[in-house]
């Protein structure tokens, strides 16, 4: 037991060391283009929260959820090098730094997780960065997981205030506007980035939006 317990203190030392590199090398990155890596920390809290909810319906491990963490601090780098391209140049950022001692396993899953958070999702086994050697399966599952995070916070617009509850297959996701109420109705109820987690659970997402009692927007 004693082996054990030594065992997982390290890959939990390993995991905070990574996560700090992960963390410092993206606010370098983004600090001019984006101004930081609030919107990645936000992404990653709401990550966190679906990973939790929904862990037991996709059969996902306490290291799939340090591979979402990652990846949310991650998923955004590319737009220091090209805004339109981001997902594809933010993967071959993580394939080629020095700056997270990665193994090859998690560089490749993080490269497909950053590369596709946006965009077309290619079919298991048709996707770039992988090998056959990694799980297809779970990484779709995490990278389902990330699309609805990144959805669910916007850059441009005040953090949601979010509360998510899931009853059998259905996911309901209740968010408050604080303000401009109109622009994030637009923004947040695009649901092409719900679908993908909607197939994979075999069930469905609904979000609610409503307006915070002092919000006077139209």
């Not at 990846?71 to 993580?94: S, W, Y």
């Not at 996707?127 to 399966?137: K, Y």
């Not at 996911?171 to 506007?177: G, M, N, R």
């Amino acid at each position: 037991m004693a082996t054990t317990d030594l065992s997982t203190d390290r890959r939990e030392d390993r995991f905070i060391e990574l996560e700090q590199a992960a963390s410092r090398w993206a606010a370098r990155r983004l600090a001019v283009v984006a101004g930081g890596i609030e919107h990645e920390r936000r992404v990653l809290a709401i990550a966190v929260k679906l990973f939790d909810l929904t862990r037991p319906l996709l059969n996902l491990s306490s290291a799939h959820a340090r591979t979402l963490r990652l990846a949310a601090l991650l998923h955004d780098v590319g737009r220091a090098i090209d805004e339109r391209d981001h997902p594809r140049q933010g993967a071959n950022l993580i394939l080629t730094t020095t700056a997270i001692p990665l193994s090859p396993a998690e560089r490749r899953a993080l490269a497909f997780l950053t590369r596709y958070h946006r965009g077309a999702v290619p079919p298991l086994g048709k996707e770039e960065h992988l090998t056959s050697a990694d799980d297809r399966p779970a990484l779709h599952k995490l990278l389902a997981l990330l699309r609805v995070a990144d959805a669910l916070d916007n850059r441009q617009l005040p953090p949601l205030e979010l509360t998510f509850s899931l009853e059998a297959r259905r996911l309901t996701i209740d968010a408050t506007v604080t303000s401009n109420f109109r622009r994030a109705r637009e923004v947040f109820t695009r649901r092409k980035k719900f679908r993908m987690l909607e197939d994979l659970m075999d069930g469905s997402i609904t979000m609610n939006l409503a307006r915070a009692t002092a919000d006077s927007a139209a």
